[in-house]
């Protein structure tokens, strides 16, 4: 392993890397020498998320994220795979295994919003927002468990601002994403003792679908103004800036259980 290529020679799983997040964490992975399985769906069985529609289209959008890593240098592999379905989730485990030799790093990034209050919320788009960041999280971890520990790798969970505060119109995202939290914490501590360590990112704003389709259109104000008004370093986050600490959590072998903000100072701005 040379410095210049921390992560060389391991091979990294992100869910949902068709999207813009996990593009940013596809690419950072491969930019620090990791191989990349890149998992998405095309189509979803709900409409419940931030594209409205079941026709989602990531696995179309992965074949892009697979080409920036392969002009890296680093192998990228697409795998279709609705991290709901416990059968799809072990089959794109079972599929990495086959073409990589293992899983060093497993990204739980695949995730959706909807905006509706408690009162109005149907019942589907409660479950379609759980299924999706909750137990997509615990199945493909699951799933990955016995080859983490061979590698004695990493799970790094994509949570949110949201596991953190409250949001009027968001209680089940809210709800998901301090699930995700828990759950970090306490598989952190189930997977001490084999040396695998599990981590959150907590993304603040950045600009994809979950904002310029459904957030942005809800507060009913330019996204440039939301910025303004909330982030007190006045710039939205980047996918390069999640990808940057997904390689940080995947570099150091003594931090497990946490979870880092990185939201331009939207959590201190209670005032
Ligand atoms: P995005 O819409 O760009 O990407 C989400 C991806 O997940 C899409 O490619 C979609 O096809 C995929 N996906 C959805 N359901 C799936 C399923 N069942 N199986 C497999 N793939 C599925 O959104 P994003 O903003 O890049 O979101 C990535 C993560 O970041 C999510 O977990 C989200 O909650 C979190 N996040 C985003 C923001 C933000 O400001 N955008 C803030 C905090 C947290």
């Not at 416990?86 to 794109?92: E, I, K, L, R, T």
Request: aromatic residues 4%.
């Amino acid at each position: 392993m040379s410095t210049d290529s921390p992560l060389g020679g391991k091979v990294s799983i992100v869910t949902g890397a068709g999207g813009q997040i996990g593009e940013g964490i596809a690419v950072e992975l491969a930019k620090a020498g990791s191989d990349v399985v890149i998992a998405d769906v095309n189509v979803l069985d709900t409409e419940y998320n931030q594209q409205s529609s079941k026709e989602v289209g990531g696995a179309k959008r992965a074949e892009e994220v697979a080409a920036r890593v392969e002009e890296l240098g680093r192998r990228a592999h697409i795998v279709e795979c609705d991290v709901t379905h416990a059968d799809q989730v072990s089959a794109m485990v079972e599929e990495t295994v086959s073409e990589f030799g293992g899983i060093d790093v497993l990204c739980n990034n695949a995730g959706i919003i909807t905006v509706d209050s408690v009162e109005e919320m149907k019942e589907g788009e409660w479950d379609s927002v759980m299924d999706v960041n909750v137990k997509g999280v615990f199945l493909v971890s699951q799933a990955a468990i016995p080859h983490l520990k061979e590698s004695n790798g990493t799970i790094i969970n994509t949570a949110s601002i949201a596991g953190s505060i409250g949001a009027a119109g968001l209680a089940h995202y809210c709800a998901s994403k301090h699930a995700v939290l828990g759950f970090t914490k306490s598989l952190s501590l189930e997977l001490a003792g084999d040396d695998v360590t599990v981590n959150a990112i907590c993304p603040g704003i950045v600009d994809t679908p979950m904002w310029n389709k459904v957030l942005t259109p809800t507060l009913e104000e330019d996204y440039k103004d939301t910025i303004e008004r909330v982030i007190p370093l006045g710039r939205d986050q980047s996918p390069e800036d999640m990808g940057r600490l997904a390689v940080f959590f995947a570099t150091n072998r003594n931090i497990t259980g946490q979870s880092v903000v990185v939201d331009g100072g939207i959590l201190q701005n209670v005032i």
